[in-house]
Protein backbone atom coordinates (compact mmCIF):
# COMPACT_ATOMS: atom_id res chain seq x y z
CA UNK A 1 0.00 0.00 0.00
CA UNK A 2 1.44 3.54 -1.04
CA UNK A 3 1.65 5.96 1.26
CA UNK A 4 -0.89 8.14 -0.25
CA UNK A 5 -3.45 5.24 -0.28
CA UNK A 6 -2.72 4.51 3.57
CA UNK A 7 -5.34 6.03 6.55
CA UNK A 8 -3.91 9.43 7.81
CA UNK A 9 -2.84 8.56 11.35
CA UNK A 10 -3.63 12.01 13.01
CA UNK A 11 -7.68 11.80 10.75
CA UNK A 12 -7.90 8.35 12.62
CA UNK A 13 -6.88 9.78 15.86
CA UNK A 14 -8.46 13.06 15.50
CA UNK A 15 -12.04 11.10 15.00
CA UNK A 16 -11.71 8.80 17.41
CA UNK A 17 -10.88 11.66 19.87
CA UNK A 18 -14.26 13.05 18.98
CA UNK A 19 -16.55 9.99 19.77
CA UNK A 20 -14.65 9.12 23.06
CA UNK A 21 -14.83 12.41 24.43
CA UNK A 22 -18.55 12.38 23.28
CA UNK A 23 -19.11 8.77 25.24
CA UNK A 24 -17.27 10.97 28.59
CA UNK A 25 -19.46 13.92 27.85
CA UNK A 26 -22.67 12.09 27.90
CA UNK A 27 -21.81 10.22 31.26
CA UNK A 28 -20.73 13.73 32.52
CA UNK A 29 -23.72 15.49 31.69
CA UNK A 30 -25.72 15.52 34.64
CA UNK A 31 -23.00 17.08 36.55
CA UNK A 32 -23.03 20.26 34.01
CA UNK A 33 -19.25 19.73 32.78
CA UNK A 34 -17.97 18.43 29.61
CA UNK A 35 -14.67 15.81 30.15
CA UNK A 36 -12.33 18.92 28.95
CA UNK A 37 -13.72 20.58 32.11
CA UNK A 38 -13.33 17.40 34.22
CA UNK A 39 -9.74 17.11 33.61
CA UNK A 40 -9.00 20.85 34.37
CA UNK A 41 -10.93 20.29 37.54
CA UNK A 42 -9.22 17.41 38.15
CA UNK A 43 -5.87 18.97 37.67
CA UNK A 44 -6.28 21.40 39.31
CA UNK A 45 -7.75 19.63 42.94
CA UNK A 46 -4.57 17.39 42.03
CA UNK A 47 -2.69 20.82 43.07
CA UNK A 48 -4.09 21.33 46.26
CA UNK A 49 -7.25 23.12 44.45
CA UNK A 50 -5.15 25.97 43.47
CA UNK A 51 -2.50 26.67 40.87
CA UNK A 52 -1.15 29.74 38.63
CA UNK A 53 -2.20 29.81 35.43
CA UNK A 54 1.25 28.90 33.83
CA UNK A 55 1.90 25.94 36.10
CA UNK A 56 -1.51 24.50 35.25
CA UNK A 57 -0.94 25.13 31.15
CA UNK A 58 2.13 23.30 32.11
CA UNK A 59 0.48 20.58 33.29
CA UNK A 60 -2.08 20.17 30.87
CA UNK A 61 -0.21 20.71 28.06
CA UNK A 62 -1.98 24.00 27.36
CA UNK A 63 -0.95 27.59 26.41
CA UNK A 64 -1.58 30.36 28.97
CA UNK A 65 -4.38 31.72 26.80
CA UNK A 66 -6.43 28.38 26.37
CA UNK A 67 -6.01 27.98 30.29
CA UNK A 68 -7.16 31.57 30.53
CA UNK A 69 -10.70 30.85 28.55
CA UNK A 70 -10.95 27.77 30.17
CA UNK A 71 -10.91 29.14 33.66
CA UNK A 72 -12.94 31.83 32.96
CA UNK A 73 -15.90 29.36 31.58
CA UNK A 74 -15.63 27.82 34.74
CA UNK A 75 -15.62 30.93 36.53
CA UNK A 76 -19.06 31.68 35.01
CA UNK A 77 -20.26 28.49 36.09
CA UNK A 78 -19.10 29.14 39.86
CA UNK A 79 -16.38 26.30 40.04
CA UNK A 80 -13.23 28.78 39.72
CA UNK A 81 -12.28 31.98 41.62
CA UNK A 82 -9.42 33.90 39.41
CA UNK A 83 -6.93 36.34 41.14
CA UNK A 84 -4.37 37.88 39.44
CA UNK A 85 -1.19 37.03 41.67
CA UNK A 86 0.00 40.29 43.63
CA UNK A 87 3.70 39.79 42.94
CA UNK A 88 3.22 39.24 38.98
CA UNK A 89 0.02 41.02 37.37
CA UNK A 90 0.32 38.59 34.35
CA UNK A 91 -0.02 35.97 36.47
CA UNK A 92 -3.28 34.53 37.40
CA UNK A 93 -3.85 32.69 40.54
CA UNK A 94 -6.72 29.65 39.80
CA UNK A 95 -8.73 28.03 42.69
CA UNK A 96 -11.39 25.51 43.20
CA UNK A 97 -14.97 26.96 44.96
CA UNK A 98 -16.41 24.89 47.59
CA UNK A 99 -18.59 24.24 44.08
CA UNK A 100 -16.32 22.94 42.39
CA UNK A 101 -14.58 20.95 44.87
CA UNK A 102 -18.84 19.24 44.97
CA UNK A 103 -19.29 19.35 41.10
CA UNK A 104 -15.43 16.95 41.13
CA UNK A 105 -16.87 14.80 43.99
CA UNK A 106 -20.17 14.01 41.88
CA UNK A 107 -18.68 13.38 38.17
CA UNK A 108 -15.71 11.14 39.63
CA UNK A 109 -17.85 8.04 39.85
CA UNK A 110 -19.18 9.03 36.41
CA UNK A 111 -16.20 9.09 34.62
CA UNK A 112 -15.17 6.15 36.95
CA UNK A 113 -17.77 4.06 35.27
CA UNK A 114 -17.40 5.23 31.76
CA UNK A 115 -13.57 4.31 32.07
CA UNK A 116 -14.63 0.74 33.13
CA UNK A 117 -17.21 0.79 30.07
CA UNK A 118 -14.28 1.84 28.16
CA UNK A 119 -12.42 -1.09 29.05
CA UNK A 120 -14.76 -3.31 28.72
CA UNK A 121 -15.40 -2.04 25.36
CA UNK A 122 -11.58 -2.48 24.32
CA UNK A 123 -11.00 -5.56 26.37
CA UNK A 124 -8.22 -5.60 29.29
CA UNK A 125 -4.88 -6.39 27.02
CA UNK A 126 -6.05 -3.94 24.19
CA UNK A 127 -7.09 -0.81 26.75
CA UNK A 128 -3.63 -1.47 28.13
CA UNK A 129 -1.86 -1.69 24.56
CA UNK A 130 -4.07 1.87 24.07
CA UNK A 131 -2.46 3.77 26.75
CA UNK A 132 1.14 2.40 26.08
CA UNK A 133 0.75 3.31 22.46
CA UNK A 134 -0.50 6.62 23.49
CA UNK A 135 2.08 7.30 25.48
CA UNK A 136 4.87 6.51 23.45
CA UNK A 137 3.04 9.33 21.22
Not at 4 to 9: D, E, F, K, R, V
Not at 11 to 23: F, G, P, Q, Y
Not at 67 to 72: D, F, P, Q
Request: glycine fraction near 8%.
Amino acid sequence: MTSAAAPCYCTSLRNATRRVMAIYDQALAPTGINIAQFSFLRNLERQGGMAGRTQLGEILDLDRSTIGRNARVLERLGLLALAQDANDRRETTIKLTPRGRRTIRDAVPLWEATQERMRERLGEGAARELLDLLGDL
